[in-house]
């Protein structure tokens, strides 16, 4: 087939990562025979710096002309960077909001799963990691909280501040609708997390989870309060299937999820709208901490290159073969330097994060 990728390279060790899954789709698309066509695309500090802001028109444009979009990540450190010296709504990280609003990015997949090779990982007991655990969150990504109306305002004398979390049903209800379809293709559970006890929007939000469950009468439906789903998931993650939650929720939730992994350069993610087209990303950051040392982990982003070619290009075959050359390549015992440590009875073989590009590579075909 012939695809068109857009690549977002981003700041700080995203143009390291990135170009490794650039490395990989070209591998898929050499022994596959798919001819994909790269288009750089600008956002974030880089956009900053070259544009003089995170998200430009052209590249919300661009990125609509293709076919998927693979990204790094973007942003850097806000002690010292000077785009955080900037306006709020100037920040690198307006870019990544901006783009899943204009591209109506409402669904976003996050996988967590503990990888029997990096089991000594998990900061959780031995008894808790050595059941695993392979959950999906979930999460609205356009609406809610981060897209709420807000104000910083003076009355009488004080500064006051307003964020508002709103939702209707239609938002919840097509979310809900991705979380009962990627469960039928899972273990057929899923766990709405909400605050039903104090929200409004959580009301609703449950209301209408129940609805579109009833059109899904193979799938276990159960509710779970947000701050009870925090506390569940260090206590017993192996309960859980498939997360639907609210924008904020998941975005707190996908945090301790990843971390419950041990590693966080392990985890892709998919942002998905109504038709084909998604936008793949790690779900770590930027690091700037560690960019340009070609030592990071591109193992999420290429692993969020698998979800690209399963998603939204019904490459099931060689989204297969990209996560089969992962586990390899892990079974072998080849780490980076984030999850060198862990060793689960292999002998270990440190590698560059080029290197382990190309150790994923050589492993597919
Ligand atoms: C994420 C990030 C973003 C979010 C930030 C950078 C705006 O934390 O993708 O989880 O909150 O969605
Ligand atoms: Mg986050």
């Not at 990544?96 to 996988?111: C, E």
């Not at 004398?157 to 209800?173: C, F, H, R, S």
């Amino acid at each position: 087939m012939e695809a068109k990728i857009g690549l977002i390279y981003g700041d700080g060790i995203g143009p390291e990562i990135v170009r490794e899954g650039k490395k990989i789709l070209s591998r898929v698309g050499a022994v596959y025979s798919h001819e994909f066509q790269y288009t750089e695309i600008l956002m974030g500090g880089c956009s900053i710096d070259a544009c003089g802001e995170p998200l430009t028109k052209e590249a919300v444009e661009s990125a609509k002309a293709q076919d998927a979009v693979l990204m790094g990540s973007i942003g850097g450190d806000a002690a010292v960077s000077p785009w955080y010296k900037l306006p709020p709504e100037k920040r690198p990280e307006v870019g990544l909001l901006g783009i899943r609003k204009a591209l109506n990015l409402f669904a976003n997949l996050r996988p967590a799963s503990l990888y029997p090779e990096l089991k000594g990982a998990c900061p959780l007991r031995a008894d808790i990691a050595d059941k695993g655990f392979d959950l999906l969150i979930m999460r609205e990504l356009t609406g809610g909280l981060y897209f709420g109306e807000r104000k910083t305002e003076e009355r009488d004398g004080l500064i006051v501040a307003t964020d508002t979390l709103v939702y209707n049903e239609e938002e919840i209800q097509r979310i809900a609708i991705r979380a009962f379809d990627v469960a039928m293709k899972r273990r057929k559970k899923v766990t709405s997390v909400d605050k039903a006890n104090v929200l409004d929007s959580s009301r609703l939000w449950r209301k209408v989870v129940e609805e579109v469950a009833k059109d899904y009468p193979e799938v276990t439906l159960s509710h779970m309060l947000v701050d009870n789903c925090a506390m569940q998931l260090v206590k017993g993650p192996a309960q859980f299937d498939v997360v639907l939650t609210e924008n904020m929720f998941g975005d707190i939730l996908s945090d301790e999820a990843s971390q419950i992994t041990g590693s966080i350069g392990m985890l892709p993610s998919a942002s998905l709208n109504d038709t084909k087209f998604g936008l793949y990303e790690p779900s770590g950051g930027s690091a700037p901490d560690i960019a340009g040392k070609g030592i990071a982990n591109p193992i999420a982003t290429i692993l969020s290159a698998a979800m690209l070619l399963r998603y939204s290009l019904d490459l099931n075959q060689e989204a297969d073969a990209v996560e089969e050359a992962v586990k390899k390549v892990l079974a072998e015992g080849y780490r980076t330097v984030d999850i060198a440590a862990f060793k689960e009875g292999v002998e270990t073989k440190q590698v560059s994060t080029e290197e382990m590009g190309d150790c994923i590579a050589e492993r597919i075909g």
